[in-house]
Each structure stands twice: as C-alpha cells, then as structure tokens.
C-alpha cells in the first residue's frame, strides 16, 4: 500500500504574502521535492518565466520541486499530479496547494474527504493562513478572510515590522478569539522554518485540541467583536451517552453544518473507557476509538467548534442538557 502524500493548503488575504512564502519554500535547501499547485488567479506566478497559457503544465524546478498551474479545477490538477507520478514522469513527496486571495478553503479542504481515490493517494495535513498584520484590521472587514483565518490550523503573521508591537499582539488576541486552535507565528520577507509549515497534523484523529490558553487577566464578559467567525468551547465531567450525543450532533449538523467552518472533540463516553475523538469540516466529519484513560485522569469532555455567527447559546443550552443525567421519574 502506499505512503499517502501529505499535503499542506496555503490561504490567506490578497498580498498576505503566500507567493513570498512559496518561493522561499520551493528555493530553500531542505532535500524535500514539493509539488505546488498554483492557482491562476494569484496575483503574481511563482516564477512567471515556468507558467503558460497552456491549460495545464508541470514543470520541474532545479531542486527537484515541481510546479503545476491549471486552469481548471483541483480534483484535475491532482489526478494529474498522480498520473505523471506513477508514471514516473515527476517525483514528489509533499504537495502544497495554493489558494487565491479571494478563495474559501473549505471546497479544498473537502475534496480530500469526498474523493475515495484521492483520500487513499494524499494525506490533508494542515491548512496555513498568512494574516498581513498591516492591513488585517481592513482586510478582516472581509468574511472570506476571518473565514480563512477560522479554517487555519497554522496562522502566520507578516509584515510584523511594518506596525507597533501594541498592535501585533491586539491582532493576536483577535485571531485567538476568531480561531482559539491555530498557533500563531511571525513570517519574516517569506522565510519561516520549515517544521512550521509541514506535519502539522491539523487533520488526524487525536486527542490533541490545539486550544490555547485564555489569559488569565481578562473580563468574564465575551468581548464585543465585530468578527462573525469565532471559537466555541464546550466541556462536561460527566460521561456522555452515546446515543444521546449522537442525536445532539446530527442535529447540530442539520441545522448549522455550512456554519461550523472547522470542530473537534475528545469525549468521555459513557460505558467505555476510551476517549472517543472526532472532528469535521463543515458537515463533513469522522471519528474513532483513541487510547483508555489514565487511571485518576479527569475524564473531561471537550468540544470545539470554529463558526458562522453560531448560535452560541442555543448550543451551549443543548449541550448542558446532553451533559445532564437523565432525570428519574417520580412515582405517581
């Protein structure tokens, strides 16, 4: 059977910086061939002399990287990329696939869920989002952008040197509030280490949430915010009936699923004694049987979801009732 091939969506606003970035990935000496899908709406090529006006063409960089631009949909490019592949035509470890500025992450990301052969041949393995920190306050006016920012499992911050420190970690605090599971970085002229972009792992099964921690000097009260997109925490200690959870999520999903941009949990089930792991994008979502816990472990169930103007408290009422026991009824 074959290695699934990693693969790495790079979003964010127009001029965040992502073909800065690309570049850097694709001339640093790492010993890596990456292949790029590049959309043909960014607003400048990786290297305008590899691309042209043919509808598809892959090329071969000097390090061994290789560049595919297309001018159709990504489902093509990929089952392209997969072709020469296995033909032997081009050789590549890692894909990164490059959205425009104006882009919603989500199509991509569900591709890789939807596509039976394309799940088995690449491996999402996290989604980046480049923030400019000079024009985010315009540009997170912008739905697709705090959208691009709520999908992101890896959040990077460029031209932090063009703005005041007070600023930068302001900004900070938005995007935590907006999406509480990215770690953010600094990006400085595209160079970043490289382990910050790749194995980020945002899509497997595992109990790791990514949250943040909240500062601990903050007021109670949820601050006012103009952004739609934001992060919704849900936890119980008490163990959860399957069923009955089963019937909070599904319906959850009916009602608001095109909402709910990105969620996971790790979950205390009733009756057994693993942890039970999920996440999802949009309606689209898995789940699995994790390790036991430990013995004297708090047996704490966390659900997080990143969301469209959610219905916060309707959600958080319907939790509670799932975190409830049921009642017992009294004899007449």
């Known amino acids: 059977m074959q290695t699934p091939i990693p693969v790495t969506v790079l979003t964010g606003f127009l001029g965040a910086g992502k073909t800065t970035l690309l570049k850097h990935m694709l001339k640093a000496e790492h010993g890596l061939k990456i292949a790029v899908i590049e959309n043909e709406f960014s607003e400048v090529g990786i290297d305008s002399q590899l691309l042209g006006d043919e509808p598809v063409q892959v090329m071969t960089l000097a390090n061994g990287c290789v560049c595919c631009t297309i001018h159709g949909d990504l489902t093509r490019a990929l089952y392209l990329l997969l072709e020469r592949l296995d033909a032997g035509e081009i050789a590549f470890d890692r894909l990164v696939i490059e959205c425009t500025g104006l882009a919603d992450p989500a199509p991509v990301a569900q591709t890789f869920f939807i596509d039976e052969e394309l799940r088995e041949r690449y491996l999402l393995d996290g989604i980046i989002t480049l923030v400019d920190a000079l024009h985010a306050d315009v540009h997170l006016t912008q739905t697709i952008a705090q959208a691009q920012v709520g999908f992101a499992d890896r959040l990077l911050l460029s031209k932090t040197d063009l703005v005041e420190p007070a600023a930068v970690e302001a900004l900070r605090e938005r995007l935590g509030r907006i999406n509480g599971r990215a770690a953010i970085r600094v990006v400085e002229q595209g160079r970043i280490e490289l382990a910050e972009l790749l194995d980020v792992r945002g899509f497997n099964l595992n109990p790791d949430l990514g949250l943040r921690p909240t500062p601990s000097l903050r007021p109670v009260l949820k601050p006012a915010t103009p952004d739609r997109i934001s992060t919704l925490v849900l936890r119980s200690d008490t163990a959860l009936d399957i069923d009955r959870l089963s019937d909070f999520m599904n319906e959850l999903l009916e009602e608001h699923g095109k909402q709910l941009l990105r969620y996971k949990g ?32 708090a047996r704490e169930s966390v659900m997080v979801f990143i969301g469209d103007e959610l219905p916060e408290q309707q959600i958080k009422a319907g939790f509670a009732a799932l975190s409830r026991n049921p009642a017992t009824t009294a004899p007449d």
């Open 266 to 297: 790790v979950l205390n089930i009733a009756g057994d004694e693993r942890r039970l792991v999920f996440q999802g994008v949009l309606k689209l979502y898995g789940f699995d049987w994790d390790a036991e816990w430990r013995e004297g472990e």
